[in-house]
């Protein structure tokens, strides 16, 4: 079963999984893009400073998918200090279509404190239909309080960082959102695998994988899922790609994503503990007392 879609708070429906661009070198983004099409994404997300949006154009036109058909995302990202619309119509060129579906503010620092001066220019972006659906990046829950205070138009999604050694801080935000009608979009879901292999939440992914047939990363993403959260992902593996949207298939159990969380949880104290003690062997070492802290220190 394929991946359902997602209704938003303006009524459009996002589709739940969506082929990421950021990090893909300028050169490879177009066939990456096409293939991940081709494999069967209807979502391309890409970004004014992740400078690959041209390509990723060429990308879904030479997939030859009809626009109707697929969901584009990118965001407005401050660069060379564009405004959102100069970043959008930029995008639109770039892109080469008339309008996108979804369009982000990358990060609240973009609005020099500003966020309902910069919302506001979202929101006209809105109205004139060159972004259908509006929303945000990486915003706080005190971010999302002065965006709403002000907005005549809610943001539909807060594209944010997701994975379970960070869901434990993030649930005070998910709570936000989800008592506002904001959906989350999660990157960086692959983390514990990617970045942090090893840890806690490694032996509860392997053994749902095992019993599921499945493999770890499907494991994570349908974590991710679980959480109500539209995954944005990517991989240059045409049989990765494939796996990741399998994940539709599959579901978690409740036990199940409890034992990621519990897990996730736990990994996160021991990388907030390792990070102090970092910051105390710096502090140390630069005032001269390593040694008495017990600590040594080599050059």
Known sequence: ???????????????????????????????????????GFDHVDTAQVYANEEEAGQGIKESGLSRKDLWITTKWSGVN????????????????????????????????GDIPGAWKKMEELHKE?????????????????????????KPVVNQILLHPYVYETTKPLLA????????????????????????????????????????????????????????????????????????????????DVKAIDKAGKKGQQSIARREMAVKVLKWATVAGLAGYIGVKTFM
Not at 12 to 30: D, H, Q, S, V
Not at 81 to 87: H, I, K, N, V
Not at 185 to 196: A, D, K, N, W
Not at 228 to 248: C, M, N
Request: with cysteine; net charge negative.
């Open 176 to 255: 936000y959102m989800e008592e506002n009608h904001i959906v989350p979009e999660g990157y960086s879901s692959l983390i514990p695998l990617t970045s942090r292999p090893g840890g806690p939440v490694d032996k509860p992914v392997n053994d749902i994988a095992k019993r599921l047939k499945a493999k770890p990363e499907q494991v994570l993403l349908a974590w991710s899922k679980a959480k109500g959260a539209v995954i944005v992902t990517t991989s240059s593996r045409k049989d990765r790609l494939e796996g990741y949207l399998g994940v539709g298939d599959i579901d978690l159990t409740d036990d």
């Open 129 to 153: 239909g060159k972004a259908k659906s509006i929303g945000v990046s990486n915003f706080s829950v005190d971010d999302l309080k002065v965006l709403l205070a002000s907005a005549t138009v």
């Open 81 to 112: 200090g564009s405004t959102p619309r100069e970043a959008c119509e930029a995008s639109l060129e770039k892109l080469g279509v008339s309008s996108v579906d979804l369009l982000l503010i990358h990060h609240p620092r973009l609005t020099n």
């Open 1 to 39: 079963m394929p991946f359902k879609t997602i209704k938003l708070n303006d009524g459009r429906e996002i589709p739940a999984i969506g082929f990421g661009t950021w990090k893909i070198p300028k050169e490879l983004c177009a066939g990456e893009v096409e293939q991940a099409i081709e494999v």
